[in-house]
């Protein structure tokens, strides 16, 4: 994981001598992302600037990296896990290398096939090439989101980076707040698409690539998430196999690094099958896992974390959160995540990738993306529900599974059965929407823009979620069954704009941490969409064929475990004296002229009567209060005065 | 105050941005979107600590709840 950026022209830069200074700057504002080292490109079209996190090739593997046999440059950030098997390929037609990294198969690719090259790569990633002969610059991230990459293009510049803060650096480009990214989150919790919270600033979407030469601006989809070739009718055993051999191999392709690799832990299934594939491929190697834990006994995992190292023997560092610890660092949350969250979640994120960096450690692998393929998340059970609900509205078999839903949420006990009915059924109007999945979300957010003063409610009546969504969704989305599309949806929504982001890449790069997801290695994607629905969720057990799978090398308790999502103390942990007397008073609040203050002030007297128990709604609108007040401030002051950063040692490359 | 009053004076606790003259009495709770599942479940708490009783669990019924006027009628026979 690094950091990168550029300023791109086709017909040439048209500030050249300041660009030059301004591209180190950008690129010495990343080092978080890349403390090791940096290096810049200048030619006459480009420059372009990395940040180096070193994990492959210490020795030689300094980006930018420029090949003069072919004329081309590159910056990239991320991992291409099956790069040996492709340098071999290449050497076999006769390329030579000059170093072991990654980056040089990458450039020698692009030589041999074009931009075609990426449908043979294995990773996670996000990349620039710039074809000086053909005058051009490629712009290309991974299948799925894991590595973040923005850019703007103004007055035929292209300004790219990995930050949207780098890009601000540019003093061309304005920080103006985004109005259809907000009105988007509030519905489906994150941003969609393209879209940013800064105004003309978007990004590169998960399995997509952009061109851009004097032919101007092309995009191209190379890969998206299908159901479309259906589902395989194997045995369970059949499955097993497939599933325990990918896996196995997705795990040893992320364990290659020139540093070592560790492993979170977070106590539920998935981590727990990572961490013993890890240790199965080595059990000799010192191997270390990183866990969060919770000083509120409802959010902590402890017991199950213990459980996973005495059965592995591997040692476990923990970073104990307070409601506390989550309101001292929410400001840098959501300076590093650049947009509002809903959640706190990704606070203990941050503090675990402190805790990874203060050990001297550059990687871990996790178990994100499980819950998205093997259908984990509580949403699948919950359109299993409303589905059958919406064909027999009394359907007691049905009604009676709503409980088990979300049972850490109050109203979502059995004496409450009959209104939790009534309020599905409420929402079974609209069966035939492609968002059916995803309606009550949408219903439950929309609660936040009462909040909003009416003239910014007005700006964004403007924006209907309907319409961003629905005219994306591939040609046999209306084929695949509830489940495929729920799946498609949320890994559309939150996988891409909130887990592997604002959760995920921001919390851990704040501190050099590069994240590897084994379950999202795209032959693991695609496997399980070959697999019948019934085996993923079946009646009412999520990952069914997944745990069936690793039952026998994991802890009973861990595999019968019943889901528990990853959660952490929310509103009140911005009840604090610094966040309300910075943000959330009415002086700042009238100033910034997008939430109402006597509503606010009447949420926040409401929360402070009663810390324990809050309800989902009231979180979720008083985190995004919250956090949109800081972007907001940020907006205006942090995110656009850069100090000068420190002059560290850049290495320069001038193309000719 | 009357048991209406209270009543909606409860809601606004609950729904902090809808004003007490803007509650209506004859539309349903859950389904005029003035309260959420959680909502109602504060209501009930509301209610038992501001009438005094505890509600049983089979008297959470949609009738009892449907809308103001019904639950009025609830706490009228309870407190009777």
């Given amino acids: 994981m690094c950091g990168i950026a550029g300023i791109y022209n086709p017909y040439g830069l048209t500030d050249a001598l300041r660009d030059k200074e301004l591209l180190k700057q950008m690129t010495l504002s990343m080092d978080h992302r890349g403390p090791d080292e940096k290096g810049v490109l200048?030619?006459?079209?480009?420059?372009?600037g990395h940040a180096r996190l070193s994990i492959i090739d210490i020795e030689t593997g300094q980006q930018p990296m420029y090949s003069k046999d072919y004329n081309l440059g590159i910056t990239f950030n991320g991992e291409i896990f099956n790069y040996p098997e492709l340098r071999k390929g290449l050497?076999?037609?006769?390329?030579?290398?000059?170093?072991?990294?990654?980056?040089?198969?990458?450039?020698?690719?692009?030589?041999?096939?074009?931009?075609?090259?990426?449908?043979?790569?294995?990773?996670?990633?996000a990349f620039a090439i710039i074809d000086f002969s053909r005058n051009k610059i490629f712009l290309a991230r991974d299948r799925v989101g894991i590595r973040p990459l923005f850019y703007t293009i103004i007055n035929g510049t292209l300004i790219f980076s990995s930050c949207i803060k780098t890009i601000l650096m540019h003093p061309k480009v304005d920080a103006a707040f985004g109005y259809k990214a907000y009105h988007q989150s509030v519905h489906i919790w994150t941003t969609y698409g393209d879209e940013t919270f800064f105004k003309d600033i978007n990004s590169i979407k998960p399995g997509e690539f952009l061109e851009y030469s004097k032919d101007g601006v092309s995009k191209k989809i190379y890969w998206d998430l299908s159901f479309d070739d259906g589902t395989q009718d194997l045995t369970c055993d059949d499955w097993k196999e497939k599933i325990s051999e990918s896996l196995n191999q997705a795990v040893q392709l992320r364990r290659r690094a020139d540093v070592p690799v560790n492993a979170y832990l977070s106590g539920g299934l998935d981590s727990a099958i990572t961490l013993k594939?890890?240790?199965?491929?080595?059990?000799?190697?010192?191997l270390e896992s990183y866990s969060v834990g919770f000083t509120d006994k409802v959010f902590d995992e402890t017991y199950y974390q213990q459980l996973m190292n005495s059965d592995t023997g591997i040692k476990n560092t923990a970073v104990m959160i307070s409601p506390k610890d989550i309101g001292d660092i929410f400001k840098q949350v959501v300076w590093h995540a650049e947009q509002p969250v809903f959640r706190t979640a990704p606070a203990p994120l941050y503090h675990l990738s402190g805790k990874v960096n203060d050990k001297g450690y550059k990687v871990v692998m996790t178990g994100e993306g499980a819950d998205e393929v093997a259908w984990g998340y509580n949403i699948f059970k919950e359109t299993q529900i409303r589905y059958h609900m919406a064909k027999d509205p009394d359907n007691q078999e049905w009604i009676s599974r709503i409980p088990s839903l979300y049972p850490y949420q109050e109203q979502f006990n059995k004496r409450h059965l009959h209104m939790l009915a009534g309020f599905y059924k409420q929402s079974l109007t609209n069966t035939d929407s492609p968002l059916f999945s995803h309606s009550v979300r949408i219903s439950n957010g929309k609660r936040v823009l009462n909040f909003v003063n009416p003239d910014i409610r007005e700006e964004l009546a403007r924006f209907d979620i309907e319409e961003d969504i629905i005219p994306t969704l591939p040609g046999g989305f209306c084929n695949w069954s509830p489940l495929q599309k729920t799946q498609y949806l949320e890994m559309k929504t939150l996988l891409t704009g909130y887990l592997l982001s604002s959760q995920g890449d921001r919390m851990s790069m704040a501190h050099s941490v590069e994240g590897r997801y084994p379950f999202l290695d795209h032959n693991i994607v695609e496997l399980f969409a070959k697999?019948?629905?019934r085996l993923k969720l079946n009646g009412m057990k999520e990952k069914f064929i997944l745990k069936e799978t690793f039952r026998d090398i994991l802890p009973e308790e861990i595999t019968d475990r019943s889901k528990h999502p990853y959660r952490a103390p929310e509103a009140i942990s911005l009840l604090t004296e610094n966040i309300l007397e910075a943000y959330l008073n009415e002086s700042e609040i009238t100033k910034q002229n997008f939430f109402n203050w006597k509503f606010v002030n009447r949420l926040i007297d409401k929360l402070q009567k009663n810390r324990t128990n809050v309800s989902f709604n009231d979180n979720f609108t008083f985190i995004n209060i919250a956090s949109t007040t800081m972007f907001i401030s940020f907006l205006n002051n942090e995110f656009i005065h850069h100090p000068k950063y420190p002059d560290r040692y850049v290495h320069e490359t001038e193309v000719n | 105050m009357d048991i209406m009053d209270k009543l909606k004076q409860g809601v606004c606790a609950i729904n902090v941005v809808i004003e007490k003259s803007d509650i209506p009495t004859d539309e349903g709770l859950l389904a005029s979107g003035i309260l959420d599942s959680f909502g109602l479940i504060e209501l009930i708490g509301f209610i038992e600590s501001e009438f005094n009783f505890e509600m049983e669990d089979d008297e959470f019924t949609g009738d009892n709840f449907k809308d103001l006027t019904a639950v009025k009628a609830y706490v009228e026979r309870k407190i009777a």
């Fill in chain 1, 91 to 125: 050497k076999e037609k006769n390329y030579n290398f000059h170093t072991t990294s990654d980056t040089e198969v990458l450039l020698c690719l692009y030589r041999e096939y074009g931009i075609d090259m990426i449908d043979r790569l294995n990773g996670q990633f």
């Fill in chain 1, 42 to 48: 200048y030619s006459d079209t480009g420059y372009i």
């Fill in chain 1, 277 to 286: 594939l890890i240790q199965g491929h080595h059990p000799e190697r010192k």
């Fill in chain 1, 531 to 533: 697999i019948p629905d």
